[in-house]
């Protein structure tokens, strides 16, 4: 059993595996058969005795000297990630990011089945974006029911966050990944991750800013 | 001089004030005109001496048992985090996510002004994406002589993002915003925002499947 969803993995682990996963998949496009701590230290140059470290929670072994095989490692990843099976998801908020989620073939590759959106607007409601059918918010507890979806994504506006959270977890939602620059709060036992777009934003332009300042 | 761009601020606090700015804005949508660091503290669960202490990298002062002036904060805040003028960016890929971006007119909100998009794919090239026009990839280095772009945003398949990124440092973009699962490398002095879309979900699926678990 290679699954990551036993155990609580740290996160700077959580954030380091997806790069090696990235990295091998590049290699395997190649041709490339084999792949060595070291190698992939070099490549994103993180210590190779922490990529060891990190691979021991796999159960995958290298060899001396020659080291992983790729499509091993790269599926013993993509399993134990999560990203092999399926987690359906909803997506409450279909402005321009949360439509763009819908479109994202991409995501699927990473385990995320979105199966429906929620929106306010009556021009989305009863239309189908990418494929995913757009429902009135009303609509959450039948359909999050009917989908067995865990994970919930917040793209509303920020005005709009806590309300639109606890009405996906009074409907059995057990994980929250939130867009919004807003900080919202819920039960313990429920999962929550901030993807923040505008956090990253201040961070941009304040190291730009002071690169600026110390060269001029 | 409230402005943000002369002084290195710690990460957890660029995360936190995103996060004060949002609050803010809704309480001044209901109509109220002061707030309290209690208060701030009381609605995102921030300890308010932690909020004291990154207010006082702006240059506001709040009143005795009253607080700050909303506005007055609000305004600070957003001067400070550097989203009220412009820094002008080009986004590299316009697939699902570089489209949506293209397309998002809040991000201006937050002072990215994204004057040009790049692809390889001739059905976009020449076309206006949320009327930001797309450009073949030999063209970047001309448009951001023109436009004067300092930031890169990264959305192209990870195994051209190494790539990309080096053009685009090479034409003169000083700050680089990936949302590839790739890690990307650049020179000292260029900056390196990651948005881990992918190590996002790989610790959603971890935490999601611990606490399953745990109550199995």
Avoid: C
Wanted: proline share 4%.
């Amino acid at each position: 059993m290679t699954e990551i969803e036993n155990i609580i993995l740290p996160e700077p682990t959580l954030r380091r595996l997806p790069w090696y996963l990235a990295y091998i998949e590049i290699l395997k496009g190649t041709g490339v058969s084999t792949v060595s701590t070291t190698r992939i230290s070099r490549a994103l140059n993180v210590d190779s005795s922490q990529i060891a470290k990190d691979l021991s929670f796999l159960n995958i072994k290298g060899k001396p000297r020659i080291g992983y095989n790729i499509s091993d490692l790269s599926q013993a990843l993509s399993t134990f990630l999560g990203f092999s099976h399926e987690h359906r998801a909803i997506v409450v908020g279909v402005g321009s990011l949360g439509a763009a989620l819908l479109q994202d073939k991409g995501l699927a590759r990473y385990g995320l089945g979105i199966v429906a959106g929620f929106d306010v607007d009556p021009g989305l409601i009863g239309s189908r974006i990418g494929d995913v059918p757009v429902y009135a918010i009303s609509e959450i507890e039948r359909v999050r029911r009917e989908t067995g979806a865990s994970i919930g994504i917040l793209t509303v506006p920020a005005r709009k966050a806590q309300e639109m959270t606890d009405i996906m977890v009074s409907t059995g939602i057990k994980a929250i990944w939130n867009f919004t620059p807003y900080r919202v709060r819920v039960a313990d036992g429920i999962v929550m991750a901030n993807t923040s777009i505008y956090a990253h934003l201040a961070l941009i332009y304040n190291r730009l800013g002071a690169a600026t300042a110390s060269m001029g």
